[in-house]
């Protein structure tokens, strides 16, 4: 194995990962689905480089349901008139 940037990146990217999952109950909606996102970016950059198109594809739909996440959240914090 190669440590070239994207395999370090792609490291990090799945420690994130694993780390949002295992601390879920303790983290805030916004915290859990900013982890994701960076993860799932990360990994992304990884299956890129790596041209793993079916996890790079899961990657961007990890991604898109943490930005949704965030959304929803952000959506909460406000007041709806």
């Not at 295992?22 to 950059?45: E, F, G, H």
């Not at 480089?49 to 959240?73: K, M, T, Y």
Request: proline share 4%; aromatic share 12%.
């Amino acid at each position: 194995m190669t440590f070239d940037a994207p395999t370090i990146v792609g490291w990090a990217g799945m420690v994130l990962l694993v780390s949002a999952y295992a601390l879920r109950d303790r983290l805030s909606p916004t915290r859990y689905s900013i982890l994701n996102l960076v993860a799932a970016c990360a990994l992304a950059v990884t299956c890129y480089a790596s041209e793993a198109w079916p996890v790079f594809a899961l990657q961007i739909v990890w991604g898109s349901i943490a930005v949704r996440d965030l959304w929803r959240v952000r959506g909460r914090g406000r007041k709806r008139v």
